[in-house]
């Protein structure tokens, strides 16, 4: 319940340290007496954490206590901040708007009057607080202790054979009957399954297979209102050029208009996390069976409710009788269901042992994270459940709302890392070398998600809180065609707004105008997937911006009034514009670091008022017609960058310059020329950096075998020859060569016939992926020597290489596995 105000008192010392604004002398005094008290503040709600996390826990109804002063003083408190930080962001947007200073000080020094007057009054009250009674404190920690570590999903039991049962879960909804079918996920030890339904939800397989597909979790497969679970299916299956006129039709029209568009249309819709039987009439009444193999996806939380289904013989399920193996077929009410258990042990010792945690500790759990998570964890919940996360992103956004003290996505990592360990979050894909490229939430704590940033208005998600979010600092937009058209009710104070979900569809230019026109205190915006027809007017009068997400595919040229007025940004994302041309006003944004776009052609440096760009550390994807040593130079500590372009015309030009960056950690080149069999790529004529760790090639053509030259790369860990990188017939690994590679992808080789490499070479290889290699006859025999290879996925093998491969198929200590299965 603090969270707010002890992120403001972190601000009050960013701003005090030039961080967001050059403060003139007459205004530092009132804003440091103010940090000050706000510091004294903090020291108390220190001491006193274990009773504001037993208030939280009461306005959530989890506990009861009787404490008003407390109460009374956390809401003054959270007022005092919100009037403070509202006097605060008005300071700081004046200046940017480049105001007078003078003005601005008098401004300030009496608008902080009531604010220190406040939190004076405010202090003096907390010195007769008492703790409350350490007994209620005690019996949960007591609770605690009797339920073990946190969560349940985390128990040493793990499910086997996972991936079998992946492949099993995909036949059903794919290879099944034609019949509209159910297929049930039952919850067990060790298994997250909203993750496991999620990946197949999300597999390529299934997106290609069926036509459109819904995911509805909580809190709407709790309620059970069918009038509210059919508009959501309508959201997610039709196109939104239809939504307007359905909106307001009646349930029985809305059904009728369903049924009619997805008649002829193969669907998945997936409804995580099941509580009652009910939920099988709704969902039966909504969709039509089209005999053509659409189905519904459900995961199972209360798992006694099997017992409701009959056997094919007409029995009913015994919960003895669910198999640990192969799927169970049963029916209710005449539809059939496929029930899938996989622990690894019998349904009934299952139930036994995985006891739900209260909810009360999962509560309790979070409020005992140190506070530096606390936002970090609370700010998840703008991610739609069943999705993966993208870090990069997710740090990004963390940074830009300041809850990384140094700006770091060092730091940032270290945060995930944490939350991780505590099994707050699960990683769910990682590069080499450990770092963490995706991650999820698990269900468990999905609950806490729901509850708590509303509750202590951190953030606002208007289609799932039902309370006011008024002064909460952030809106999560979850369902655009509700959330955007009642922005006239939201807070013109607003920090962030976001809009995460995948969902693709035009964005309304009378929500922009109000967007621009409220909410001027912005310092997030990220419209996800929304499309923009053309750019957006009135957005270079968002002076605080540190992270600016748009999709605007007509964007060809980036404006100078954008990037003169946007000097805030830490992160400019527009992955689906394609820039031309770029203003001089580009080398003024010193704060930015982060910078993705389709494609983008950067301004030669005007030389005067402008210096190097030394905190930019991420670029995609660059043209490489402005890869010039002296742009390049200028971009100190670039360490992520993907050059996408004609690489062959701009040979001379790249190969000389990318030495100039000599903290490149990552270099994706993907070849975009108009005649890409003529391509006159010269590795050897390339001056890599030797600092480089990953680096890839797409659609490059090389005629020359890239390993003499990529071999010498002294901390290269990770090399990807992609599509068409490479067409030649022979690759040749010299001794000693490639001392820290650790993946080694060769993809689309399609003319590769020999592979050979000297002693020692590649000796930390751990993971090897060849598709396909149609021509190649024997892998090196100098590979098998290797002791850190464990994973070989090879494609489309010929028989000569097939046969020898199944040699080593066994050998556990290869991880050897040939593709397609059965081959």
């Not at 003054?76 to 601005?104: A, L, P």
């Not at 509750?455 to 008024?470: C, M, T």
């Not at 911006?545 to 400019?572: D, E, F, G, V, W």
């Not at 500590?637 to 372009?645: A, K, V, Y």
Request: hydrophobic residues 40%.
């Amino acid at each position: 319940m603090d969270i707010n105000f002890r992120l403001f008192f972190e601000r009050l010392g960013r701003v005090l340290a030039g961080e967001e604004v050059t403060l003139p002398d007459a205004a530092k005094q009132p804003i440091q007496n103010l940090h000050a008290e706000s510091e004294i503040v903090t020291s108390w709600l220190r001491e006193f954490e274990d009773d504001i996390s037993c208030l939280l826990m009461q306005k959530i109804g989890e506990v009861e206590i009787d404490d008003p002063d407390l109460g009374n003083i956390m809401d003054e408190i959270n007022f005092f901040t919100y009037e403070s930080e509202k006097v605060i962001d008005t300071f700081i947007n004046s200046i940017s708007e480049q105001k007078s200073q003078s003005s601005c000080s008098e401004d300030i020094f009496d608008a902080l009057q009531g604010p220190q007057s406040r939190i004076t009054d405010i202090k003096q009250r907390m010195q007769q607080l008492k703790h409350m009674d350490s007994k209620i404190i005690d019996r949960i920690k007591t609770f605690e202790a009797e339920y073990g570590y946190f969560p349940a999903s985390s128990k040493s039991r793990d499910t086997v054979g996972l991936d079998d049962r992946m492949e099993e879960l995909l036949d059903l909804l794919i290879e099944g009957p034609p019949q509209l079918s159910v297929v049930v996920i039952l919850d067990s030890i060790g298994l997250d399954k909203t993750a496991f339904a999620g990946e197949a939800y999300n597999s390529s397989y299934v997106k290609h297979y069926f036509d459109c597909h819904a995911w509805i979790s909580e809190p709407y497969s709790n309620e059970y209102d069918a009038d509210q679970i059919v508009d959501i299916i309508i959201k997610f299956l039709m196109p939104s050029s239809r939504l307007s006129e359905i909106e307001d039709k009646n349930y029985e029209m809305k059904k009728i208009i369903l049924h009619e568009y997805i008649m002829t249309k193969r669907y998945l819709i997936v409804i995580d996390d099941v509580w009652t039987i009910r939920m099988w009439d709704v969902i039966r009444e909504i969709l039509p069976d089209n005999q053509n193999g659409s189905r519904v996806l459900i995961t199972l939380t209360d798992i006694e409710m099997v017992t409701s289904f009959q056997l094919e013989d007409g029995e009913n399920i015994r919960l003895d009788l669910v198999p640990t193996g192969g799927p169970l077929r049963a029916t209710y009410k005449g539809w059939p269901f496929f029930i899938l258990y996989h622990g690894s042990i019998s349904l009934e010792e299952n139930i036994g042992e995985a006891v739900e945690i209260p909810l009360v500790l999962r509560y309790f759990k979070y409020c005992s994270l140190p506070f530096c998570l606390k936002p970090c964890f609370l700010y998840l919940s703008v991610f739609t459940a069943h999705l993966e996360i993208s870090t990069r992103q997710l740090y990004q956004l963390w940074i830009a709302e300041g809850f990384i003290p140094d700006n770091s996505e060092a730091t940032a990592e270290s945060y995930l890392e944490q939350l991780i360990k505590e099994g707050f979050v699960e990683a769910k894909k990682r590069k080499a070398g450990g770092t963490i490229n995706t991650c999820s939430i698990p269900g468990c704590w999905r609950p806490v998600l729901l509850l708590v940033p509303p509750e202590v208005e951190f953030i606002f998600s208007p289609s799932i809180d039902r309370g006011s979010g008024k002064k909460a600092k952030r809106l999560n937009a979850v369902e655009r065609e509700g959330d955007f058209a009642c922005l006239d009710d939201y807070d013109s104070q607003l920090h962030s707004l976001l809009c995460c979900s995948p969902e693709s569809c035009h964005f309304d230019p009378i929500d922009w105008e109000k967007i621009c026109g409220m909410f001027k205190l912005l310092r997030v915006l990220d419209l996800g997937s929304l499309v923009l027809i053309q750019y957006p007017s009135g957005i270079e009068n968002l002076f605080l911006l540190r992270y600016l997400k748009l999709n605007i595919p007509s964007l060809k040229s980036l404006p100078s009034s954008l990037l003169s007025n946007l000097l805030n940004l830490y992160t400019l994302d527009m992955p689906f514009s394609y820039i031309d041309h770029t203003a001089d006003e580009f080398w003024k944004m010193n704060k930015l670091r982060h910078l993705n776009f389709g494609s983008i052609t950067l301004p030669a440096h005007p030389g005067k008022y402008c210096g190097s760009l030394e905190n930019l550390n991420f670029i995609s994807a660059l043209h490489p017609c402005c890869c010039t040593e002296d742009i390049l130079g200028r971009l100190p500590n670039l360490r992520n960058l993907r050059i996408q372009g004609d690489l062959s015309y701009n040979q001379s030009l790249l190969s000389k310059s990318l030495c100039r960056l000599s903290c490149l950690e990552s270099l994706k080149l993907a070849n975009e020329s108009k005649m890409p069999r003529l391509s006159k790529i010269a590795l050897a004529e390339y001056l890599f950096p030797h600092s480089l760790t990953h680096l890839s090639f797409s659609n490059t053509v090389l005629m020359d075998d890239p390993m003499p030259t990529l071999e010498k790369l002294p901390l290269l860990q990770v090399l990807k020859l992609k599509q068409n990188s490479y067409s030649g017939r022979k690759l040749t690994c010299g001794s000693y060569g490639f001392p820290n590679l650790k993946v080694l992808h060769l993809k689309s080789m399609l003319w590769l016939e020999e592979w050979t490499m000297g002693n020692a070479a590649m000796p930390k290889l751990e993971c090897l992926i060849i598709n396909p290699c149609a021509y190649l006859k024997k892998m090196p025999e100098q590979l098998w020597c290797i002791k850190s290879l464990n994973k070989f996925d090879c494609w489309w093998p010929q028989p000569e290489l097939r046969q020898k491969l199944r040699e080593f198929e066994d050998k556990e200590q290869y991880g050897v596995q040939l593709y397609p299965y059965g081959i």
